[in-house]
């Protein structure tokens, strides 16, 4: 199919970036959105136009490096990650406008390339369970319920993309920050430091530049891993409790 | 005990003259003694480092996968000042988040006769008798801590209604010995080491350089002393100065171009490793993994694996006839199925190692009972069928087990597995080959340490499923933090300036590959190069290898190297995030690599794990090995970039298990 993209160009993070136009004949509906990325830049290798900067890496929908805001939409019109996306997904004849994740949080490093180093900051605040390598107990010493074991393992499932913040109309992070925080909740190896992660983190995210959460849900609509909504419920409830606990 | 399995003890080098021979290598590290003792003894030995000391060492960690990762948080723990690197956004995406089936570990808690010494014994045979036997047996030893570990940072593996761990078997073992979480074991194990680092990155212990690639390795009067990095955004050259450097830099499968693995892994920081004194072991043994979604045309950039854990429910067929070959699976009978692989190996089945089923499903496909599009005349396909585990056990279970696998490959191929069987073929996975290291873990250059896939020493010739992720996190975590004390107890070395002439000369190498390649102005992209090269590498030096192809691909990558140095075209600047420049630097070091593993593989005429040579062959074409004349690790020295590689042999000694011809039927 032939196709025109309209694509976000920015040198820099310091340059104005702006949509340019480029035409794209015989894309395969059995590529995948990457790989039709990878076809134009070797047409504007070819012509002596830089190719477009964009991330990626497994390309199996599971690092969290690949993400761009497609026709609008994270990750484009499917749930499930940009390189996890196909061509078939698209109509011969098509326009499509390809811009980097929109946040105040994540800056544009280059052309479609965010920074979401806040994420990890985040995690450094708490989203972690304090254990020394070879402090640990036997594992069969602490049982879980298997229904806490699955719910921790579906949330924990998180891929780190921030199309949760991209999507989110105050660029809130609470779906991200969420997940951790539920994972981690629900096990027991996570309840010694459970009042002072949800306060380090939400302390941190605010930091960041994150907006606060107003329940729209856009963020859990757009999740490639349907991290589902209530994750954020269990984080309001998780700090009310802890802040009645007196931190 | 007769070890001899090959028909005859005639000495062959296919490899003369493309190689110098060298001087015996023996791994000065290796203890001796009774195998379960060798471990403690080593640690008891280990010369220890006093806390207040530890802060004054620095440690370089390349690589935050689950070896560097793990590594780093350790040390980190520990006191040491550490420095991780990573060409990722974040530690949290190295290639370890794909691994999907599982881990291994003797922990024996299905009761079903495992145990250390079985893990062992089925890592080493799995290898086909060309790992170390002392190392192996380190990392049955210390699988189970690794649970207890992962489990404690809050890993959700899968649970029993009991609340205890699930195990599942996995690719050829009998035994239930494998934690998985779901289909995605990789991505949480590695999230916990992330998070352990993510931690000692709070507490000021590691500092992260994300987004910076390692491009030289400076070796100071004798001994590894830091790296030259490129900060990939802004695109300045560092010098990153340290006591020891540790690369955990992962494998380089990506010299095939398309490979399961993730779009950036390369051999960079090895190679530049190679290039600086460190031999490179074992290059040619490749894994190639048997369930992957097939190619499905020229634009494909990538393979993607589909779990091997499918193997335990799902039947291999392909059509009897020819004929059927383009036929509705649905449509064909039972009468006219071939299973290959419960008709060849009945006891076991479709688990079979992995080298095994790939070879089969190769094998079929070449008969030309292929199914699926024919890409270049051949359809290479087989089917992954799961009728009958669904009637068996109910969409539901099936569904539950194994539907996000399922769901991944509809996605991929638009096609529904729930009603029509999984088409799958071979691809290139792993890498067992790697830069050589000593029981320590350290390489042939002092103060250098190799953890993880970017190491030769664990798997042999093909490596068991699960075994990958062990290894990294055994490294990691219990391995290295004691050996590298060893080194470290004779540190902090005496400072060296930026200005040492090591230093000068490795920044300036950089900045010279980093104007050459921008200066080249060519014509073809680095991308068609990388491509090209991995044809030729798949072609000649993926599952079946002959001398004549074997030569012929030496001459096709000698002349596309000379090509890509004058024709290649790298578009952009330095200063600034530049994806051509960062790929023509790693595509360069692999055209180097693909020659010295066709060198290998020449030399190797046996066939061992994933290593089919042609010329080595039982009469009903199985593999054969030749313990009489390769029971060696083949470790490379670099001798120049015009000179022939230099070949020293490490002679494998089991005294714990006897060497025996694999069988499986
Ligand atoms: C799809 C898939 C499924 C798998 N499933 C399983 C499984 O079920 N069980 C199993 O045991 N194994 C599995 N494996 C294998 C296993 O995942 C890998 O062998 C293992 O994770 C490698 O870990 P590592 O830490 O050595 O390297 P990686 O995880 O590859 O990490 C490499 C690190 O090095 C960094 N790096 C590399 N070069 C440089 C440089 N020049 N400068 C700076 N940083 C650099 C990268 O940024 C990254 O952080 C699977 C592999 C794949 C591809
Ligand atoms: S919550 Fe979902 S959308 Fe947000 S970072 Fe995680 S996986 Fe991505
Ligand atoms: S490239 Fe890894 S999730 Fe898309």
Redesign the pocket.
């Known amino acids: 199919m032939n196709l025109t993209l309209k694509i976000w160009r920015q040198p820099d993070a310091v340059t104005a970036g702006a949509i340019h136009t480029y035409q794209l004949a015989d894309v395969s509906p059995d590529m995948s959105f990457l790989e039709m990325l990878d076809v134009l830049n070797e047409q504007l290798n070819e012509q002596g136009e830089e190719p477009v900067a964009f991330e990626h890496d497994?390309r199996?929908g599971?690092c969290g490096s690949c993400g761009l805001m497609i026709n609008g939409e994270a990750h484009g019109p499917e749930v499930t990650t940009t390189c996890q996306l196909h061509m078939r997904s698209f109509s011969d004849g098509d326009t499509i406008t390809i811009e980097p994740w929109r946040s105040d949080a994540f800056p544009v490093v280059k052309d479609l390339v965010v920074d979401r180093s806040a994420f990890d900051r985040i995690i450094q605040q708490g989203g972690y369970v304090s254990v020394n390598t070879g402090a640990a107990p036997e594992a069969h010493s602490v049982p879980v319920p298997k229904d806490d074991a699955d719910r921790a393992f579906n949330v924990a499932t998180c891929i780190g993309c921030g199309a949760c913040v991209a999507a989110c109309p105050n660029g809130s992070a609470s779906l991200f920050m969420g997940a951790k925080i539920t994972h981690l909740g629900l096990l027991p190896q996570g309840q010694p430091e459970r009042d002072s992660r949800v306060v380090n983190m939400v302390a941190q995210h605010d930091a960041e530049g994150f907006g606060g959460c107003t329940n729209i849900g856009a963020c859990t609509a757009s999740c490639p891993k349907e991290i589902p909504l209530d994750v954020i419920s269990q984080l309001n409830k998780d700090l009310r409790t802890a802040i009645r606990h007196g931190h | 005990m007769k070890v001899t399995t090959g028909p005859s003890s005639e000495s062959f080098d296919d490899a003369a003259g493309y190689y110098t021979p060298g001087e015996p290598l023996v791994d000065t590290k290796a203890p001796t003694g009774p195998i379960s003792e060798r471990w403690s003894t080593r640690q008891f030995e280990a010369r220890l480092v006093n806390p207040a000391n530890r802060r004054k060492l620095d440690v370089i960690i390349?690589?935050?996968?689950?070896?560097?990762?793990?590594a780093a948080a350790t040390m980190g723990e520990a006191g040491y000042n550490v420095k991780s690197?990573?060409?990722?956004d974040s530690?949290r995406?190295?290639?370890?988040?794909?691994?999907?089936?599982?881990?291994?570990a003797a922990k024996n808690y299905k009761e079903d006769g495992d145990s250390v010494h079985r893990l062992f014994y089925d890592t080493v045979k799995g290898g086909d008798y060309r790992s170390r036997e002392s190392n192996v047996y380190r990392l049955a030893e210390v699988s189970a801590s690794i649970i207890d570990q992962c489990v404690a940072q809050g890993v959700p593996f899968a649970r029993e209604y009991g609340g205890l761990l699930d195990n599942r078997s996995?690719g050829g073992v009998q035994v239930s010995r494998?934690f998985?979480a779901r289909g995605q074991?990789?991505q949480q194990l590695?999230i916990g080491a992330y998070q352990a680092l993510e931690r000692q990155i709070a507490a000021g212990t590691v500092s992260m350089?994300?987004r910076?690639?390692?491009?030289e390795l400076i070796v100071a009067d004798g001994k590894a002393r830091g790296?030259i990095?490129r900060d990939m955004v802004t695109g300045e050259i560092e010098t990153h100065l340290a006591d020891v450097v540790v690369?955990?830099?992962?494998?380089y499968?990506n010299v095939f171009y398309l490979?399961?693995?993730?779009m950036?892994?390369?051999?960079?920081?090895?190679w530049?490793a190679h290039r600086k004194g460190a031999y490179m072991a074992n290059p040619c043994y490749t894994q190639i993994?048997p369930t992957c979604i097939p190619v499905s045309g020229s634009h494909q950039s990538k393979l993607?694996?589909m779990?091997?854990?499918l193997r335990n429910d799902g039947r291999i067929w392909v059509p009897k006839n020819q004929a059927d070959c383009e036929k509705d699976p649905r449509e064909i009978p039972e009468e006219d199925r071939d299973y290959y692989l419960e008709r060849i190996y009945p006891s076991f089945g479709n688990l079979v190692p992995r080298d095994i089923a790939s070879r089969a499903a190769k094998n079929v496909c070449d008969e030309g009972r292929g199914v699926g599009p024919e890409v270049e005349g051949v359809r290479r396909g087989v089917y992954l069928d799961f009728a009958e585990a669904t009637e068996r056990l109910g969409k539901d279970a099936v569904a539950a087990k194994y539907g996000n696998l399922f769901d991944m490959y509809a996605r991929i191929t638009g096609e529904d597995p729930y009603s029509v069987p999984m088409r799958i073929y071979p691809a290139v996975?792993?890498v067992m080959g790697g830069l050589w290291v000593d029981y320590d873990l350290q390489s042939t250059i002092p103060g250098l340490f190799v953890?993880?896939?970017?190491n030769f020493s664990d798997h042999g010739a093909n490596?068991l499923?699960?075994?990958?992720?062990?290894?990294?996190l055994a490294?990691?975590y219990f391995v290295l933090p004691h050996t590298i004390r060893d080194y470290l107890a004779d540190g902090p070395f005496e400072p060296i300036a930026e200005d040492h002439p090591a230093v000068v000369e490795a920044r300036e190498s950089v900045r010279s590959r980093i104007d050459h390649f921008l200066s080249v102005n060519g014509t073809r992209s680095v991308d068609s190069y990388h491509r090209e090269l991995g044809n030729i590498m798949w072609e000649y030096c993926g599952m079946e290898r002959s001398e004549d192809g074997l030569k012929k691909a030496i001459d096709l990558i000698r002349t596309l190297k000379d090509d890509f140095y004058r024709n290649v075209k790298v578009l952009g600047a330095a200063e600034t995030m530049n994806q051509s420049l960062e790929k023509a630097g790693?595509v360069a070091d692999f055209i180097e690599l693909g020659e010295l593993m066709c060198i290998d593989a020449l030399n190797r005429r046996e066939s061992c794990g994933g290593h089919f040579r042609a010329e080595s062959q039982t009469e009903d074409g199985e593999a054969l090995r030749h313990d009489d004349q390769y029971a060696y690790v083949a470790a490379w020295e670099w001798a120049g970039a015009d000179a022939a590689p230099i070949l020293h042999k490490e002679d494998l000694v089991y005294t714990a298990i006897e060497m025996k011809q694999r069988s499986y039927k």
């Open positions: 497994c199996e599971i | 390349v690589g935050t996968g689950l070896a560097g990762a793990s690197f990573c060409y990722q530690p995406r190295a290639h370890s988040i794909a691994a999907q089936g599982g881990i291994n996995f494998t998985y074991t990789g590695l350089y994300s910076h690639e390692m491009l790296i990095a690369l955990a830099s992962g494998g499968g490979s399961t693995n993730a950036g892994s390369n051999v960079t920081a090895a530049r993994h993607t694996l779990s091997e854990s996975h792993y953890t993880g896939e970017a490596r499923g699960a075994s990958a992720l062990m290894q990294g490294d990691g790693r």
